[in-house]
């Protein structure tokens, strides 16, 4: 069939006008993301720690074109993110063979949506494509291409490897007005990993489509500077226009010296959008726009001479005083005591008083789930005292700090000072205990073993873990400070750090 100029130019245009979004984002959506483990607020580094400009754009697979298909979940978390991590994790930079690695949008999109949407035009909810990524895994690219909008075919099955770790919220809609989504996103960035994001979008998004900036893009191409309300690389919010459907897209990198500071983000409206597929949000708008901020994981995959796991922790008083660090020292075991029987301990140098507020810091280097649990040798009760609620994720990121309690941020986004750990009776032996697992617990099931046990705290711990606490022997615990290295080699997958202490009642001299 042949085609005349004006059929051929409508068919040029089209496309730049089909495209779709496909964020749910109604109240049941918003409950489920809600319902997301989030990322611990402590976990926010200081700004000045972090480098001026992270991207990992290097390791992303050739843009695609989600077209008129409700399916920008699928591309942004399993064409991106997976693809992104899958290529980072082998180092591989080559756009030509991280096209042979990609994984497939098409795939996840049609195991999660609706039965009712036969015509992928309806798009599906973040909080289900995360799950299946972590509970199933998906196809490569080639088994399932882009688009296939029709039911899986379960004969194809996804290989484990495929599967991501774990997922954590960043931020979201309603959660703590004094957390800082940029700071935020930007250390989640640090951690080496992509996030996603659901945009509620606004008609200037429009203004990057390759149509409504030629001017500009010719401007650009003769070497003209353009202003921000006419750069096609830069999504400005307009003051007064409204808030439309939800998008997800995946940020890849940021850059503290480029309009401002802005953040890069990788969609899935082709090659001819933006600036080549991508476009960059700046910090100051980012918060208005940005609905909720999500980060995956893959197991870490280790160089053997690379140490696999380690971490110091530091314990404060809770007051504002520089040199608040309380004396301890390192508690050495009989060396007649089974090794399999023993734990790294270290000991307060004096007791502690009824009222006195702590601080409890812990230095990460690689990422891993941490929990901390107390435990008062004349009380029955063992309360986990991190993660104490139930949205606080126990997943730490790789070079973070962890605060116990979170401080809570004022208006000048700095701690209060009134946040602290407050050491109450009953008076005895305090036992803090930190389990640092290269693997989710079910911390509760062990709690409750320890409970039921008989003999002293740290054979009823040693007992209730078992097979899971790497031997003694085999974790290098520091003399000097409260820490520990883990290289590879070794048998188990919890470090456990205990802390102790006696509890006492004291009387001040005057």
């Not at 992104?84 to 756009?95: N, S, V, W």
């Not at 891993?368 to 649990?373: A, F, N, T």
Request: with cysteine; aromatic share 12%; charged share 25%.
């Amino acid at each position: 069939m042949k085609l005349n100029l004006l059929q051929l130019l409508f068919l040029l245009i089209l496309p730049n006008f089909c495209f779709s979004q496909g964020l749910i984002t109604d109240e049941k959506a918003n409950q489920e993301y809600k319902k997301i483990r989030s990322k611990n607020t402590s976990l926010l580094a200081d700004s000045n720690s972090l480098p001026d400009t992270i991207d990992h754009s290097k390791y992303l697979p050739s843009i695609i074109n989600q077209k008129a298909f409700g399916t920008c979940v699928g591309v942004a978390t399993t064409y991106y993110m997976r693809t992104l991590l899958e290529a980072q994790r082998l180092g591989i930079t080559d756009k030509s063979k991280i096209d042979q690695l990609r994984f497939s949008p098409s795939y996840l999109f049609n195991a999660v949506k609706d039965s009712t949407n036969l015509d992928c035009m309806k798009g599906i909810n973040l909080t289900n494509a995360l799950t299946y990524l972590k509970t199933k895994g998906v196809v490569n690219y080639d088994e399932v291409p882009y688009h296939t909008c029709q039911n899986n075919d379960f004969t194809k099955h996804p290989n484990n490897s495929s599967k991501i770790m774990d997922f954590i919220r960043v931020f979201g809609a309603g959660d703590n007005k004094y957390e800082d989504p940029v700071e935020l996103t930007k250390k989640a960035l640090s951690e080496n990993t992509p996030v996603l994001v659901g945009f509620f979008m606004s008609p200037s998004f429009d203004k990057l489509k390759f149509w409504n900036s030629l001017w500009p893009r010719f401007k650009a191409f003769l070497g003209f500077e353009l202003d921000e309300d006419e750069d096609f690389r830069l999504w400005k919010l307009v003051k007064g226009e409204p808030l439309m459907a939800g998008h997800c897209v995946c940020i890849v990198g940021y850059n503290n010296n480029k309009y401002g500071g802005a953040f890069k983000v990788v969609n899935s409206y082709g090659d001819s959008w933006g600036d080549n597929g991508f476009f960059w949000i700046k910090y100051s708008d980012y918060p208005k726009l940005a609905q909720y901020c999500f980060q995956a994981y893959l197991e870490p995959d280790l160089k053997p001479a690379k140490s696999e796991l380690s971490a110091n922790v530091i314990i404060r008083f809770g007051t504002t005083s520089i040199d608040n660090e309380v004396p301890y020292m390192r508690v050495f075991s009989d060396n007649k005591i089974d090794s399999s029987k023993q734990i790294g301990t270290y000991s307060l140098l004096y007791p502690q008083n009824t009222g006195t507020l702590f601080i409890h810091e812990a230095n990460i280097t690689n990422q891993c789930y941490l929990y901390l649990i107390g435990k008062n040798e004349s009380s029955l009760e063992t309360p986990l005292l991190f993660p104490n609620i139930d949205s606080t994720s126990e997943l730490i990121g790789a070079n973070s700090k962890f605060l116990f309690p979170s401080p809570e941020w004022n208006k000048e986004k700095t701690a209060s000072k009134e946040r602290a750990y407050k050491l109450i009776e009953p008076l005895g032996k305090e036992n803090w205990l930190f389990l640092f697992s290269k693997k989710k617990l079910n911390i509760t099931d062990y709690i409750s073993k320890i409970n039921a046990a008989n003999g002293p705290f740290t054979k009823r711990v040693v007992d209730a873990f078992g097979e899971e606490l790497v031997p003694y022997n085999q974790i290098n615990y520091n003399d000097k400070k409260i820490a520990f290295d883990l290289r590879k080699g070794h048998k188990g997958s919890i470090v456990p750090i205990l802390i102790t202490f006696d509890h006492m009642e004291l009387i001040e001299s005057f």
